[in-house]
């Protein structure tokens, strides 16, 4: 047409494909482009959208080191039948619904605040969050928390909900410093009265065997069997 519009109709359809003077185009059905065929945006090919034939691989490309935006209050990442999500992106949270795997020297941010937080456990729930705040970060929780073996999924340690830590193998270090300025310290063996004690208020380390002390050493040096 030469009065600044292109019309493609079918008989008794009208505008199956509209053309206006600005260029701007108006399909009335589906647009279907073939294998390998691109939709192409920006004069210099900054992005576009495929699918490649020959991997299966179908693909959201934005090219010349252009950032790409996706932009919604809510987005999320589904599955193929689009009836289970793997990632739900708000305005103040990211949750992943199944096992997620993170990669070496992953990095989490907050723009929002001065926190970020990753939390480990059920929507809407954590039992075990990662998190820094503006000054110090750290684990925190509210259930027992594990580490396991690699090699074979078994506890290394367990830290428990009263703060008592076990673990499975041996402790090894030059210089092991116990800190509690109000009660005494406790050393057993597991499940017996058998170890070591020392008393905060007076200085004394007390050796016990089956309940009884068997050695004290006081706070001046003097040994008592």
């Known amino acids: 047409r030469n009065d600044g ?7 008794g359809v009208s505008n199956d494909f509209y053309l206006d003077a600005s260029g701007n185009a108006t399909f009335g059905g ?20 495929y699918h490649n034939s020959t991997t299966n691989v179908n693909h959201v490309s934005s090219q010349l080191d252009r950032q ?9 990442l589904t599955n193929q039948a689009n009836t289970a999500s793997y990632l739900v992106l708000n305005s103040t949270s990211a949750t992943f619904l199944n096992n997620a795997s993170f990669g070496q020297y992953t990095t989490m941010r907050s723009s929002q605040t001065e926190y970020a937080y990753l939390n ?13 705040g503006p000054s110090s970060g750290g684990v925190v929780g509210n259930e027992s928390f594990y580490l396991y073996n690699f ?16 673990f499975a193998g041996t402790i090894q270090s030059d210089d092991i410093t116990i800190v509690d300025g109000s009660n005494d310290v406790n050393l057993y063996l597991a499940n017996t009265s058998y170890g070591l004690q ?14 009884a002390t068997r050695l004290t050493i006081a706070n001046s040096g003097a040994a008592t069997f």
Not at 5 to 11: E, I, K
């Open 5 to 11: 519009y292109f019309l493609l109709g079918r008989s």
């Open 30 to 49: 589906n647009v279907s482009l073939g294998d390998n065929k691109e939709l192409i945006f920006g004069a210099a090919t900054d992005f576009k959208i």
């Open 68 to 76: 790409l935006s996706i932009n919604g209050n809510i987005i999320n």
């Open 120 to 132: 480990l456990g059920a929507t809407g729930t954590y039992g075990w969050q990662i998190g820094k």
């Open 151 to 166: 090699a074979d999924t078994s506890v290394a340690l367990e830290v428990d909900t009263s703060n008592n830590a076990t």
């Open 198 to 211: 020392l008393d905060v208020s007076s200085g004394n380390m007390f050796f016990r065997t089956n309940g």
